[in-house]
T-cell receptor, first 114, second 115 residues
């Protein structure tokens, strides 16, 4: 079955370190998204991509970057981790650019920055 | 302005009763989709139901139905015959065709089903 996976599932790091969260989907979806989830804020969009070599900033992109070198993967990098980036991170993908296509979510990565 | 508003931070419902979770949205795009997701305590996001802006009928999926009132810009989720396993966070989301297909999420409603 097609799926979307994230790794690691849990990560503890120190302030100032670079961290990369992996996201891999096997649906061959063009659209991929990264969100962070914090209490009281719901899900907030960090970055998104509509295809290979395409990346776009979302609502809360400062301190994060992504790259899309193939269809299956969209890694999220925290250039210099800050305590404010402690959160649960979700990767999602969806099919073509139509308003009726739902997003499929990965299981999430819980990141703690000490 | 918020694209998606969920005004009920927490809701309680008796087992086997029906419950309505509120969602209002803001868009000027004529083509959009509305979605509901469930997030149980285990953390995964589960897609429940979809309603398109041009759909004439309210969407239904098993015990879930979406009360779509386009003029009022509301898309409330109705869960019939609540079960203990329905206890979870519920998120309303919208996708607009014209704004690059971003999803906008509400802040969620925490539902607790009481036995």
């Amino acid at each position: 079955d097609a799926e979307i996976t994230q790794s690691p599932r849990h990560k503890i790091t120190e302030t100032g370190r670079q961290v990369t969260l992996a996201c891999h989907q096997t649906w061959n979806h063009n659209n991929m998204f990264w969100y962070r989830q914090d209490l009281g804020h719901g899900l907030r969009l960090i970055h998104y991509s509509y295809g290979v070599q395409d990346t776009n900033k979302g609502e809360v992109s400062d301190g994060y970057s992504v790259s899309r070198s193939n269809t299956e993967d969209l890694p999220l990098t925290l250039e210099s981790a800050a305590s404010s980036q402690t959160s649960v991170y979700f990767c999602a993908s969806s099919r073509s650019a139509s308003s009726y296509n739902e997003q499929f979510f990965g299981p999430g990565t819980r990141l703690t920055v000490l | 302005a918020q694209k998606i508003t969920q005004t009920q931070p927490g809701m309680f419902v008796q087992e086997k009763e029906a419950v309505t979770l509120d969602c209002t949205y803001d868009t000027s795009d004529p083509s959009y989709g509305l979605f509901w997701y469930k997030q149980p305590s285990s953390g995964e996001m589960i897609f429940l139901i979809y309603q398109g802006s041009y759909d004439q009928q309210n969407a239904t999926e098993g015990r879930y139905s979406l009360n779509f009132q386009k003029a009022r810009k509301s898309a409330n989720l109705v869960i019939s015959a609540s079960q203990l396993g329905d206890s979870a966070m519920y998120f309303c989301a919208m996708r607009e065709l014209g704004t690059g297909n971003q999803f906008y999420f509400g802040t969620g409603t925490s539902l607790t089903v009481i036995p």
